[in-house]
T-cell receptor, first 109, second 115 residues
Framework: AQRVTQPEKLLSVFKGAPVELKCNYS??????LFWYVQYSRQRLQLLLR??SRESIKGFTADLNKGETSFHLKKPFAQEEDSAMYYC???????????FGGGTRLMVKP | GAVVSQHPSRVICKSGTSVKIECRSL??????MFWYRQFPKQSLMLMAT?????????EQGVEKDKFLINHASLTLSTLTVTSAHPEDSSFYIC???????????FGQGTRLTVV
């Protein structure tokens, strides 16, 4: 069975502060990990995927197989980063996604 | 990115009636469509996976006779909630994917309220 855990439902930081959204997963095979973001009144959209190893909007995430984690990081948070963030995992079965519970990030001015 | 349109965005229906939700991929052919459900303050839960022209695969615990999924074309999938009850009230989201391994794009979701 595949499972994704995001331990923090809410994360509040000040503008310019570093931010880390935690994500842990369990999966017996080789998963593909994603971060999705949902800005206020907008649809869910892909932020980044681990196989791309790219930085999107200043965010990065490294897959740590030893710790089964895929934490999302940004060194300097901006107010426009305020949104709902979902970590998701895709195994081998047809690319279906298993989502974590989501973390609401609030960046205060 | 590609656009997935979900309609309606909100619907209120009476208990016992059926409601149909449409999910369309506007600028690409969706080989696979996924239907998710989100309860308040909870995560998105996959309900079923549908491939064009074949029967949907339902996740454990999802009643296939209650949540009818049709994926008759490469650009349209529908979810029909039959004989809706208040406990079916939820946020339903579809996502559409082209070729296997490509990015899945999400609809804007449908808020269903059964009164």
């Amino acid at each position: 069975a595949q499972r994704v855990t995001q331990p923090e439902k809410l994360l509040s930081v000040f503008k310019g502060a570093p931010v880390e959204l935690k994500c842990n997963y369990s999966y017996s095979g080789s998963p593909e990990l994603f971060w999705y973001v949902q800005y206020s009144r907008q649809r869910l959209q892909l932020l980044l995927r681990h196989i791309s190893r790219e930085s999107i909007k200043g965010f990065t995430a490294d897959l740590n197989k030893g710790e089964t984690s895929f934490h999302l990081k940004k060194p300097f948070a901006q107010e426009e980063d305020s949104a709902m963030y979902y970590c998701a995992l895709s195994g081998n079965a047809g690319n279906m996604l298993t989502f974590g519970g989501g973390t609401r990030l609030m960046v205060k001015p | 990115g590609a656009v997935v349109s979900q309609h309606p965005s909100r619907v209120i229906c009476k208990s016992g009636t059926s409601v149909k939700i449409e999910c369309r991929s506007l600028d690409f052919q969706a080989t696979t469509m996924f239907w998710y459900r989100q309860f308040p303050k909870q995560s998105l839960m996959l309900m079923a996976t549908s491939n064009e022209g074949s029967k949907a695969t339902y996740e454990q615990g999802v009643e296939k006779d209650k949540f009818l999924i049709n994926h008759a074309s490469l650009t349209l999938s529908t979810l029909t909630v039959t004989s809706a009850h208040p406990e079916d009230s939820s946020f339903y989201i579809c996502s559409a994917q082209g070729r296997l391994g490509t990015e899945a794009f999400f609809g804007q979701g449908t808020r269903l309220t059964v009164v």
